[in-house]
Nanobody
C-alpha cells in the first residue's frame, strides 16, 4: 500500500519561500506520477504541479508557473515542491498524491489513487 507523508508547511510572509516534502513509502517514485494539489477554505482542490519520472516531464498550473518547482530524490523516495515568491493567494492546505501509474500527468484530483495528509501553508502580508 502506497503511503505519502507531506511536510514543510508553515507561516511565511508574502514574497518568501517554503519547500514542501512528500515522502513515499510502499512504492517507488519511478512507478508513480506524483502530483501536488492545494485546497483553500471553501474552495475545490486545485492542481498545482505534477511530475512523471520517465522523461522527467513536469507540468505546472498557470498560477504557480515560474514561482514553484518540483524536484525529487529517488534515493530518498521523496518529492519536493520549492515555492518562491509566495503570494497571499497561495495560502492553502497542500497535498501530495500518487497516481498509481508512471505514464502521464492528469490535473484532475480524482484520478490520483493515494493521498498524503496535507500540510498547511499560510502566506501573510
Amino acid at each position: 500500500q502506497v503511503q505519502l507523508q507531506a511536510s514543510g508547511g508553515g507561516l511565511v510572509q508574502a514574497g518568501g519561500s517554503l519547500r514542501l516534502s512528500c515522502a513515499l513509502s510502499g512504492g517507488t517514485l519511478s512507478d508513480n506520477v506524483i502530483g501536488w494539489f492545494r485546497q483553500a477554505p471553501g474552495q475545490d482542490r486545485e492542481f498545482v504541479a505534477a511530475i512523471v519520472w520517465s522523461g522527467m516531464k513536469i507540468t505546472y498550473a498557470d498560477s504557480v508557473r515560474g514561482r514553484f518547482a518540483v524536484s525529487g530524490d529517488n534515493a530518498k523516495n521523496t518529492v519536493y515542491l520549492q515555492m518562491d515568491s509566495l503570494k497571499i493567494e497561495d495560502t492553502a492546505v497542500y497535498y501530495c498524491a500518487a497516481a498509481g501509474h508512471p505514464y502521464y500527468i492528469d490535473t484532475s484530483a480524482p484520478t490520483y489513487m493515494y493521498w498524503g495528509q496535507g500540510t498547511q501553508v499560510t502566506v501573510s502580508s
